[in-house]
Structures are given as structure tokens and as C-alpha cells.
T-cell receptor, first 115, second 114 residues
Framework: AQTVTQSQPEMSVQEAETVTLSCTYDTSESDYYLFWYKQPPSRQMILVIRQEAYKQQNATENRFSVNFQKAAKSFSLKISDSQLGDAAMYFCAYRSYQGAQKLVFGQGTRLTINP | DADVTQTPRNRITKTGKRIMLECSQTKGHDRMYWYRQDPGLGLRLIYYSFDVKDINKGEISDGYSVSRQAQAKFSLSLESAIPNQTALYFC?????????????FGPGTRLLVL
């Protein structure tokens, strides 16, 4: 079974600075998808970014980018120019390309933005 | 209007009571999911449905049942609620096309079982 590990329960960053959230995963599959979701205090789960394992190019969405290292099974999220609205829980998630295709989530990282 | 809605948003119930959580979506997606989130943990899958006639158990289905009444509606039931089912429950939908899929979540239902 696949597992996802986020080793940083909490992180903090100064507004306008850059922060990187770590995620590692364990799988024997070669095709899969990886996601970062954001959960603000409103509780809504919001998709931040997705990465297909077959793509070598790292995904980017405005101030959010990932560093996908397939061999190391690492999938970190970099947030540039941090804003107060970025404060939230961030969850890394894995989904198989085939089979049940359910999302497997990490434990989450709580990100605090200091003004 | 939100694409994925959940009712109720908050619910307090007593041990042994039957309770139903409802999810509706206007995205036209075939796939729907129910997840549970406990404090300090990520989401865990309870049940999922790939179409109206397809229901599958997730990793923590014991004590829960579901009903897919239509493409747009997927309900989660606790037949006899117990305190360790106190959690935040999320419904999600997705559309799978040419190997591409992203799940979109509802706002969550916070359930307290006394």
C-alpha cells in the first residue's frame, strides 16, 4: 500500500519570504499523480497544484511550485512571496494511475505566516 | 453557487442515533467520494462511487453505509453513531478523462457524537 509522509507538523515564514514544505511517499508503482491541497480555517480543501509522475518538468501555479524527485520519492512544495492568505494546513496526496485511484493523504503541515 | 455542497455543515448527535450526511454536486462528475478527517491526520477514504451503480468500500468503511441516489447525490449514513466517529467529513467529486483526474472537495461536515 502507498503511504505519504509529511515530516514537518508546523512551519512558519515571514510575509513575502519563501518557504518549502516537504513530502515523501512510498510506492512500487511507476505511474501516479501527486497533489498539494490547502485547508484554510474555513475547512475547505482547495487544490493547490498537481504533478503527473511521467512528466519530468516540475509543475508551477503562480507563486506555487513543486520539486518532484521521482527516484527519491520526494515532492516538496515551494511558496514564493508568502502572503497572509497562504496560512493554512497543507496536505500532500498521492493517487495511483490505475486501480482504486483513491487519494492517500499525508498528515499535513500547518503553515503560519508572520507579518 | 458552490459546485460541491454538503448538508448539514455541523451536527451534534447522541450515541446510537442514526444520522445521514448528504452531498450534492453540480459539476456533472461521475465519481464521488466520502472522506473522514481526524485532528492531526490527513483524510481517509470511507466509500467511493464511480457511477450510480458502483459503490466501493474505502479503508475505513466499518460503521458506515452510503447511497448513490443519482449522479449528483451521494449520501453517507451512520446507522448507530458512536463517539469515535466524531470527525470532519468531506465529500469529493472527480471526473476521469484520458488519465486525468482531480478531486474537488465540499466544505465539510463537522460531526460530534456525544
Amino acid at each position: 500500500a502507498q503511504t505519504v509522509t509529511q515530516s514537518q507538523p508546523e512551519m512558519s515564514v515571514q510575509e513575502a519570504e519563501t518557504v518549502t514544505l516537504s513530502c515523501t511517499y512510498d510506492t512500487s508503482e511507476s505511474d501516479y499523480y501527486l497533489f498539494w491541497y490547502k485547508q484554510p480555517p474555513s475547512r475547505q480543501m482547495i487544490l493547490v497544484i498537481r504533478q503527473e509522475a511521467y512528466k519530468q518538468q516540475n509543475a508551477t501555479e503562480n507563486r506555487f511550485s513543486v520539486n518532484f524527485q521521482k527516484a527519491a520519492k520526494s515532492f516538496s512544495l515551494k511558496i514564493s512571496d508568502s502572503q497572509l492568505g497562504d496560512a493554512a494546513m497543507y496536505f500532500c496526496a498521492y493517487r495511483s494511475y490505475q486501480g482504486a485511484q483513491k487519494l492517500v493523504f499525508g498528515q499535513g503541515t500547518r503553515l503560519t505566516i508572520n507579518p | 453557487d458552490a459546485d460541491v455542497t454538503q448538508t448539514p455543515r455541523n451536527r451534534i448527535t447522541k450515541t446510537g442515533k442514526r444520522i445521514m450526511l448528504e452531498c450534492s454536486q453540480t459539476k456533472g462528475h461521475d465519481r464521488m467520494y466520502w472522506y473522514r478527517q481526524d485532528p492531526g491526520l490527513g483524510l481517509r477514504l470511507i466509500y467511493y462511487s464511480f457511477d450510480v451503480k458502483d459503490i466501493n468500500k474505502g479503508e475505513i468503511s466499518d460503521g458506515y453505509s452510503v447511497s448513490r441516489q443519482a449522479q449528483a447525490k451521494f449520501s453517507l449514513s451512520l446507522e448507530s453513531a458512536i463517539p469515535n466517529q466524531t470527525a470532519l467529513y468531506f465529500c469529493a467529486t472527480s471526473d476521469f478523462y484520458l488519465g486525468q483526474e482531480t478531486q474537488y472537495f465540499g466544505p465539510g461536515t463537522r460531526l460530534l457524537v456525544l
